[in-house]
């Protein structure tokens, strides 16, 4: 988007050469502290061949106020150093303030023009200088320069450029010139301005994906981390400790990733770390850490706005490229809108506002849209360079892009304002700088109207970055030239009639953005995923024990954290999937070979194992004979299958004994399976032998007359033993050796009972013998 934005009723200065070449920067005092020679440079950098503008690098660490008011006295601090290969002699360091800018497009040639005219830049100030008799090559030297703001010359409220030269000799030339200069931006707005911009910032609380599916087996499910470098974010000095700390004095609209919240909660309840080498799990040491970060953020977020992001930061763009082709995708999304309310509020205490959808960077297209819309929200944040304007100045944020949507349109120059290297004192002063810059900007393109503007920053700033970005905003703490506003605020402003809401076309979005897209196997991948989970809960007595870490794993997949981590994303849907696999076939059937059965009706055990730590339920098991008219399976007459309903305890196995009939000999292949209540099957099959080998009546028969033999054999001897002992004890009126007493039967042995013996539980061996 190219704004004109100039200042209205300003023509545009005669000396805009100036304005498009000069820095101007805070000024100095005119004495410094001492100056202290720093170390040599590497021999790289002292030996460039260095001329002109180019010779000395000029380097602006400090200016403060940002922005001053009458009466301020400026200070501006940084380094000179010496590039080229010959000494500098006779130098000094002074400010040089340029004309009073007319727009943004005037500032943004500015910041991009670091060439160096003779003779069409701004005189330098007298008097307020720092002399450096000798700068040898590669060798650096601080400074620092105070000035009067009323020395500085600034007229009407506006933008100025500020330049800090170094002017002096060098060998090959004996006269004064230039050899360096740096330029910044001064916004000069002393008594305020009439109408004032509302500014809403944007203050993500987001991270990368840290935590797994994995938990420990014990009653709290202890999560299980792959590593403990989330503690460090967490930690005093931490990027997500200095997110809170700094966040907690501003005034910014709270944007949050509901799984860190959630991803730090399980922390502060207690954690293992696991060791990548050994497999081992130790213990967490950072829970108290966890703690603290917590009742910090708790403490922040009070009284402020809190936008609640759907759980994990989906990436919408990657759902509404290559998710959609792949059904049940956009279900996800859904549930991750579900579950970012009741996380942000059972962790807070507060409650959050789901109606906002953040796509990468703000780039947006219809399919983009309707994704980012469809699972409840009402507003999608995209930015200025996404949907462009054609203005010459900046409308208000908010765009109705109809069904009831608004697009709350960020501007792009603030909201990539801090996202360079600013671990630089230098890159964070000039930043800093531009920002307020492009603010004051903004509110005198039309002092008589009031316009909403939105800064969407980078996901995950890092420390510097967040510093500085706090360092503009506490700027702009007194109500100068803006004032602050929330975005559920900013989303209902009034729009302007003039601004764009065509929602650009799918071709319009950045090839650079689309490349980085999650691929559509992880789409797939995920669809697997949630389908063994969906036939996994439905055995389980606790299924919130697997559905809960799970479903937010599968959230965790589709996190737009994985952007440019294409094999670190793979690798963390694959360690999901294995994970519940592992669980799943946790319940299964315990293999056996061969049965035999040594008659025409016996029992088959069957064992199904639970590893689970919880009982499983609606299950059932079912055994089909390969050949029923050899052997049936079931009680009665049988028949080809019978089924039989499963209950097991955590950690148990239960055996289950199946009746079958035998017809015939031979050898019959049996398939035993496990299946849910809807007949899905559960697990793979197992495959077993039968070995029938029934007993013919002949042989029967052969049996009974051995067993009738053995019967009457017994009865003589008995009948012997007996007539013996009446010989000898009987008197001599008893009665004759093998009769018996009238009315009396011989007394004959019972039967012999058979014996089955105590049917086993436990699983059959290969080639056992089954209990009939």
């Known amino acids: 988007m190219a704004e004109a934005a100039d200042f209205q009723g300003m023509n545009p200065s005669p000396a805009r050469r100036w304005t498009r070449r000069a820095a101007s920067f805070m000024v100095g005092a005119p004495l410094l502290i001492g100056l202290t020679q720093l170390p040599v440079a590497p021999a790289s950098y002292a030996s460039e061949d260095a001329t002109g503008a180019a010779t000395v690098d000029v380097a602006l660490d400090s200016l403060t106020p940002n922005a001053p008011v009458k009466g301020d006295t400026i200070t501006v601090s940084g380094t000179v150093t010496n590039r ?4 500098v002699t006779e130098a000094r360091v002074g400010l040089r ?10 500032i943004d040639s500015a910041a991009a023009d670091s060439d160096y005219a003779e003779g069409g830049e701004p005189e330098e100030l007298e008097t307020y200088v720092v002399k450096i008799p000798r700068l040898r090559p590669g060798i650096s030297t601080d400074f620092s320069l105070n000035v009067p703001v009323d020395k500085l010359g600034l007229g009407e409220t506006g933008v100025y450029q500020l330049g800090v030269s170094l002017s002096g000799k060098t060998a090959g030339r004996s006269t004064e010139r230039v050899l360096g200069i740096e330029r910044t931006f001064l916004p000069w707005a002393p008594e305020g301005t009439q109408k004032k911009t509302q500014l809403t910032y944007l203050w993500p609380l987001i991270t990368t994906t840290r935590l797994s599916a994995e938990t420990g087996s014990d009653e709290q499910q202890t999560p299980v981390f792959d590593n403990d470098d989330l503690a460090k974010e967490l930690a005093p000095g931490g990027r997500l400790e200095q997110m809170v700390s700094l966040g907690n004095e501003l005034p910014v609209t709270w944007v949050i990733d509901p799984d860190l919240l959630a991803t730090v909660d399980a922390m502060a309840k207690g954690y293992t770390v696991k060791d990548r080498t050994t497999g081992a799990e130790v213990t967490g040491k950072s829970q108290a850490v966890a703690k603290e970060w ?13 936008v609640a992001l759907p759980f994990a930061d989906p990436d919408l763009a990657s759902l509404a490229h290559r998710g959609k082709n792949v059904p049940g995708s956009l279900n996800q999304l859904q549930r991750a809108t579900e579950v970012a309310r009741i996380t942000v509020d059972s962790v807070l205490h507060v409650k959050p506002s789901t ?9 947006i297209d219809p399919s983009i849209v309707n994704t980012a819309t469809s699972a409840g929200a009402h507003n999608v944040i995209a930015r200025s360079d996404s949907l462009r304007d054609s203005l010459g100045y900046t409308p208000t944020a908010a765009r109705p892009i109809g069904t009831g ?42 002092e008589e109207k009031q316009r909403s503007v939105v800064v969407a920053p980078q996901r995950i700033p890092s420390v510097a970055q967040a510093q500085s970005m706090a360092t503009a905003l506490r700027t702009l703490e007194l109500p100068r030239w803006t004032q602050p506003l929330d975005l559920v605020a900013a989303a209902k402003a009034k729009p302007d009639p003039d601004a764009t809401t065509q929602i650009p076309a799918s071709s319009s979005y950045p090839a650079t953005l689309r490349d980085q897209e999650l691929p559509t196997t992880a789409f797939e991948n995920i669809k697997a995923t949630q389908y063994t989970l969906d036939r996994f809960k439905v055995i389980l007595t606790r299924p919130e024990r697997v559905v809960t870490p799970f479903g937010n794993a599968i959230n965790r997949e589709m996190s737009t954290s994985w952007r440019k981590k294409e094999t ?34 016996a029992t088959i055990p069957v064992t199904v194992q639970n590893k689970l730590v919880q009982d499983v339920d609606h299950l059932v098991l079912r055994l089909e004979s390969t050949m029923p008219a050899r052997l049936k399976l079931g009680e009665g007459e049988g028949s080809a299958v019978t089924e039989q309903p499963i209950k097991v305890g955590g950690g148990h196995s239960q055996s289950v004994k199946i009746a079958t009939t035998a017809n015939a000999n031979g050898k019959v292949p049996v398939i035993a399976r496990l299946y849910t209540d809807d007949g899905t099957p559960y697990g793979p099959e197992m495959r077993f032998m039968v070995s029938v080998n029934e007993v013919t009546p002949t042989i029967m028969l052969v049996i009974a007359g051995g067993v009738l033999l053995l019967v009457f054999a017994g009865i003589k001897m008995y009948s012997q033993r007996k007539r013996t002992a009446a010989r000898t004890d009987l ?25 089955t013996g105590p049917e086993s539980g436990d699983p059959s061996a290969t080639g056992e013998k089954v209990d009939r």
């Open 84 to 87: 080229s290969k010959q000494d």
């Open 97 to 106: 303030v340029g004309h009073r800018l007319s727009g943004r497009t005037e």
């Open 294 to 306: 917590l009742n910090s953020v708790e403490k922040a977020v009070q009284g402020k706005k809190v």
């Open 355 to 363: 109606d906002f959808a953040w796509p990468v960077e703000g780039a």
């Open 405 to 446: 949507r608004t697009a709350v349109v960020a501007d792009t120059r603030l909201s990539t304002s801090f996202q360079g290297d600013m671990a630089s004192a230098e890159n964070s002063t000039l930043a800093v700088q531009e920002f307020l810059a492009q603010t004051l900007a903004v509110t005198l393109q039309d």
């Open 568 to 601: 670190s994303a793979a690798i963390y849907r694959d360690d999901v999937q294995r994970y519940l696999d592992d669980l799943t076939n946790e319940v299964n059937l315990i293999e056996k070979s061969t049965a035999t059965l040594s008659g025409r009706s």
């Open 731 to 755: 008197p001599d009126d008893s009665a004759p050796d093998g009769d018996v007493p009238d009315g009396e039967a011989p007394e004959q042995p019972s039967d012999p009972s058979t014996d």
